[in-house]
Every structure is written in C-alpha cells, then in structure tokens.
C-alpha cells in the first residue's frame, strides 16, 4: 500500500490523514480508512473512541466491546477489551467501568447499574441507593428483598415488615 493516488501522468495526491490506497489508484476513493479509523472512502478517517475498535482498513463502522467489558484506548485495532471486576459494570459506552453504590456488589462482566445488587444487611432497588436494615431486623442474602424480622424457633419464620417501621424506638 501507498499513502497516495495517481491523478494524471506522474502526479500523484496524497490521501487524507490516517488512510492509505493501493498502487494504481486513481481516485480519492481509492484512499481507505487504516485499523483503528472510520470515515468513508476518501474522506476524513477518525479514531475509534474508547470503548470500539476496528481491525481492517476501510469504512466499516468501529466495533463496539462486548458487554461488561471496557476499553480506554483510541484508535484500538484489535479488540483488546478487558473484562469489568466484581462490583463494578461497564459505562454505556464501554470506555470504562463504573463503581457500583456503596454497599452493593455486582458479578465480574457486569454490564448495568442494575447489576449491581445491595449486599446482605442491607435493602434497596437494584442499582439504587442501599439502606442498613434497622436495629431488630436483618437480610441474609444480596439484592432487593426488605429486611425482615425473624422468629427462631419452631420452624423458623421471616415476618416482612415495612421500610418505615423503626424498632429503636
């Protein structure tokens, strides 16, 4: 490949920035966007933004990174997304991974803010903000389920009771 195209006897042009065309070439739209740039044929090629990436030369579109992984690089030319940890989950855009809210987890390759579940002793909507179950009351287990108070005994009972009921006092 070259970085320009015949235009007449021995005159050639350069492609634009960021593309190049094969020997012979005698049009502007014989220039092609390089691996990690998209634009149309002959026109201005641009970085893949973060969170894409383009491994052949040409027009086709960035490819965006798979859910619940990232990537911060421009211009990738290979899909070198990386894997979001436990607790966090990946942006809308996958350029980045976002910490879930204070007392929540999430699985690794979370890929949305409602991954991310409130831990056990603790009770809110998926992605929202987690309260502390009040004193008399308890949650064993992640995710969205109330706090509970509890009779051990007989056969063991979980009685649910509302948000709002405050046993402090």
Same mark, same amino acid.
């Given at each position: 490949?070259?970085?320009g195209l015949q235009t007449?006897?021995?005159?050639?042009?350069s492609c634009p920035a960021h593309s190049n065309s094969v020997n012979g070439s !005698?049009?502007? *739209?014989?220039?092609?966007?390089?691996?990690?740039?998209?634009?149309?044929?002959?026109g201005t090629c641009v970085a893949c933004v973060a969170g894409t990436f383009k491994a052949s030369n040409g027009s086709d579109a960035c *490819?965006?990174?798979?859910?619940?992984?990232?990537?911060?690089a421009t211009g990738a030319t290979?899909? !070198?997304?990386a894997d979001c940890a436990r607790d966090t989950y990946s942006s809308a855009d996958n350029s980045q991974c976002e910490a879930c809210p204070s007392d929540s987890v999430s699985e690794p390759l979370s890929?949305?803010?409602?991954?991310?579940k409130c831990d056990a002793?603790?009770?809110?909507?998926?992605?929202?903000?987690? !309260?502390?179950?009040?004193v008399g009351m308890y949650k064993s287990?992640?995710?969205?389920?109330?706090?509970?108070?509890?009779?051990?005994?007989?056969?063991?009972?979980?009685?649910?009771?509302?948000?709002? *009921?405050?046993?402090?006092?």
């Open positions: 490949a070259i970085t007449g006897s021995n005159n050639c042009t !005698s049009a502007t *739209t014989g220039c092609k966007c390089n691996a990690g740039y998209t634009g149309p044929d002959g *490819t965006q990174c798979a859910a619940g992984k990232y990537s911060a290979s899909d !070198s997304c890929s949305a803010l409602t991954d991310c002793g603790y009770t809110g909507p998926d992605g929202g903000e987690c !309260s502390a179950c009040v287990v992640t995710g969205s389920l109330p706090c509970a108070v509890g009779d051990i005994g007989a056969g063991f009972r979980i009685y649910p009771v509302p948000a709002a *009921t405050n046993f402090a006092s």
